[in-house]
T-cell receptor
């Protein structure tokens, strides 16, 4: 069964510093992996996704993530944090079922704080 | 392009009152639809999903129910709200098939008093 672990429920960085949010997954089949961002009182917005092909995935707002099969990881990074990056971030793995539908298994989320 | 709507945006209801939250999707057909709940300080809990009209699957036992009367309409209901039903309710859709990302609506903040 698929599962997702996000290491660190809270991460705090200085503006301009590197952002690193960690995600490890468990999957018995090749995974489809996603990162979402949620700003206060808003829905989730897709940052990026990995399905197949290139293991370094670029997303919106300068974020990227690297799929490492050997480490079962899909960490999210951004070279330079901006105040507007403060939000909650969710990593997810897709689980497929017969009948043509899928479910996303979400991690518990990481709240990113950016301070001046 | 596809859009997803939820209403109301916020709702304050007394314990024991009924509930109806609505979600509609535009710009796609035959989507898979999902209802999630976020309790304060907690992650996402999948409540219901639907692969077609009238087809509802429940993930957790509770006093909520869901219905899908039309292809792009998904309704979350309760006959009698509990305090524990408070939370942020999110609707999402995805295309058919594997690996498809889910797209989320703006959410409904429900406070049960």
């Amino acid at each position: 069964a698929q599962s997702v672990t996000q290491l660190g429920s809270h991460v705090s960085v200085s503006e301009g510093a590197l952002v690193l949010l960690r995600c490890n997954y468990s999957s018995s089949v090749p995974p489809y992996l996603f990162w979402y961002v949620q700003y206060p009182n808003q829905g989730l917005q897709l940052l990026l996704k990995y399905t197949t092909g290139a293991t370094l995935v670029k997303g919106i707002n300068g974020f990227e993530a690297e799929f490492k099969k050997s480490e079962t990881s899909f960490h999210l990074t951004k070279p330079s944090a901006h105040m507007s990056d403060a939000a909650e971030y969710f990593c997810a793995v897709s689980r497929s079922f017969s009948g043509g539908y899928n479910k996303l298994i979400f991690g518990a989320g990481t709240r990113l704080a950016v301070h001046p | 392009s596809q859009t997803i709507h939820q209403w109301p945006a916020t709702l304050v209801q007394p314990v024991g009152s009924p509930l109806s939250l609505e979600c509609t999707v535009e710009g796609t057909s035959n989507p898979n639809l999902y209802w999630y709940r976020q309790a304060a300080g907690r992650g996402l809990q999948l409540l219901f999903y639907s692969v077609g009209i009238g087809q509802i699957s429940s993930e957790v036992p509770q006093n909520l129910s869901a219905s899908r009367p039309q292809d792009r309409q998904f309704i979350l209901s309760s006959k009698k709200l509990l305090l524990s039903d408070s939370g942020f309710y999110l609707c999402a859709w995805t295309g058919q098939g594997v690996g498809y990302e889910q797209y989320f609506g703006p959410g409904t903040r429900l406070t049960v008093t």
